[in-house]
């Protein structure tokens, strides 16, 4: 990939209003990022929404900043972005890493649980970071208090190898008490992943896409303690979904921070009390076969053509086609005399311009305001 | 049942080299426990070693104190005998009872564990057991330190009714400490119930036998703390093969107390936190069906006619056909020319004489030695 298109990906991924499964179907349809920019003000004028293109000498200041930090960003679909994080279908575009990159592609297992964890909790914790790295694999949490920061010293302490993936930018440590584990885990092995740009502030907002990374990155998610609709339930949710396996610690039910970790044991979470019921029960690593795989610059013969121009006024046609009742997109082919090319195309500029949602499925419908 | 058939069973029942299940086939063969002691010592000859009927003086003075000491006996098949009780195999032929025998008839749920509990731990039996009963269930459990006890005072605490289950003799309350609680079950609307003659002393070999009638007794086992290999996890074995519903409380992977209950959890038992997790699983009471019905004095229709009576070496005959590896009773019909109830009949003297070994398929083989 040059370098210009790396910045284009950059900045496609750093573009308001383009998350991560727009930037893929964005991908998929222009084949670069590059031309994907470029068609952005045209497909956005033509659904009536500004939506504006990263500037690109933003851009090109942040992986300035990353390569100053010893830094650098890996790029879903190119080779040493996390294969298991990429089966994910809101894989992050691009991730920026401290530290040594290649434990991302070796075999990891999350630990996570609970701020407000009980000592018993963070020695269990510890444990089984200890037992899980000696065994070599590769522990990866959150850098949060409690639990995750245990896991993570486990690890270290064994001399093993341990990520941890954070909500805030790169340099953005948080909680702040946690920076000096921060840089100790890029600095003896590990690695420090971010989706969010340097310099950004973890809010509430980023943590549910950092559990998505942890559970993503992972072969399994072991939740040690954790209360009710804790953030650790939703990492788990998460790796459920993606076929991941899902291991929790029993705690006594007088404990609040074990009643999540219960919950889970009685739905069918594999039951842990030492990383042997951890190593014994995990797939072996599936071989890299991201299912998201970069298009070449030149649209290779399986590309779709390009679109015949459809009618000026197709887009509005289309989007009079649906309402808030998911429609299938086959169907709304058969509706509207156009090609499906055409249709998707006008369908990925209403997405673009919010008002259209895509849903599972191969469906479509008014996004709600 | 007359006051002497009623001796005669107790005297049957105290007959040592008698266990439950044989005392069922010579009730089931002999119609009465009258006629099966009248026919032990000719049964025993046949087969060359002496069975001595239990005195029937003894048999008398045990009634007696026990009767001075406010109890009664419940015979197996009889109305009164607690009817889930009376579905396993081995039932106990008598059982002796101090207190409401009425409780007995209930819906009845085991909280069991270790005898060295936690705090926590007895907090939660006391927890579980003042929900269980509130819900109109008795607790059954055994009177041990720890869990057992916990169990007991948190029935008795929410002015229920609890059931204690004694190894040794009802004179013998065990551990001595617990001698105030077991007086208190009786007096306050519960049941002590022994299998063992009164002024029996508990020995080790008297707490697997205490185990199966708990679990016997109850439409649940639930195991609040449990070491690996304890007798709790005896009880819910025995549960487990009775068809009752096994349940356990999760507990830290760092408290040993835990290891036994959470090994239950990993195998399939029921997580319990709160007694709702309990009350919720349970199924109704079957009605009173034991699988046991004493046969009326003169045999019956159904019964067998008494065998015709086999050549004098049969008995001989048969025991060569039987090795140490179990044969089926019927392959053994089959090979010696006798009819079955004449075979069968063999069998029950050669098991009585300690030669054979009833086993379950209904096959035999040659007791070990």
Redesign the interface.
């Known amino acids: 990939m040059t370098p210009a298109e790396e910045l284009a990906r950059l900045r496609l991924a750093r573009t308001d209003g383009i998350g991560p499964a727009t930037f893929r179907r964005l991908l998929d349809r222009h084949g670069t990022a590059t031309a994907a920019l470029d068609a952005l003000p045209r497909a956005a004028a033509a659904a009536g929404k500004p939506l504006t293109p990263f500037p690109e000498a933003e851009a090109a200041r942040e992986a300035e900043a990353l390569d100053r930090l010893g830094g650098l960003f890996l790029h879903l679909g190119l080779p040493g972005y996390p294969p298991l994080l990429a089966r994910l279908e809101d894989a992050p575009p691009v991730l920026a890493v401290l530290g040594d990159r290649s434990v991302l592609l070796r075999r990891q297992v999350a630990v996570v649980g609970t701020r407000a964890a009980s000592a018993?909790g963070r020695?269990?914790a510890e444990e089984l970071a200890a037992g899980l790295t000696t065994a070599g694999l590769v522990v990866t949490s959150g850098l949060a208090r409690g639990i995750d920061a245990a896991a993570h010293t486990g690890a270290l302490g064994a001399h093993g190898r341990t990520v941890a993936v954070i909500a805030g930018g790169l340099d953005e440590p948080y909680p702040p008490e946690n920076a000096p584990l921060q840089a100790r885990i890029a600095a003896e092995g590990g690695a420090v992943v971010a989706e969010s740009p340097l310099g950004t502030a973890p809010l509430a907002r980023h943590f549910p896409r950092r559990n998505r990374i942890i559970a993503g990155l992972s072969l399994g998610v072991v939740v040690v303690e954790a209360a009710a609709r804790s953030g650790s339930l939703h990492t788990a949710r998460i790796a459920v979904e993606a076929g991941r396996e899902v291991f929790a610690?029993?705690?006594?039910?007088?404990d609040p921070r074990?009643?999540g970790s219960?919950d889970l044991?009685?739905q069918g979470a594999r039951?842990?009390?030492?990383a042997e019921d951890i190593i014994g029960e995990l797939p072996e690593a599936p071989l890299e076969i991201p299912l998201f795989r970069p298009r070449p610059a030149p649209p290779a013969p399986e590309i779709p053509p390009a679109p015949a121009p459809a009618p000026a006024d197709a887009p509005g046609q289309v989007l009079e086609m649906i309402g808030s009742t998911p429609v299938a997109v086959d169907d709304l082919v058969r509706r509207c005399h156009l090609s499906a090319p055409a249709v998707r195309a006008i369908l990925l500029d209403l997405e673009l311009s919010g008002l259209v949602e895509q849903l599972p499925g191969d469906k479509v419908a008014r996004a709600a305001r």
């Open positions: 018993a020695r269990i610690v029993p705690g006594s039910p007088l074990c009643k219960n044991l009685r039951m842990v009390e030492t």
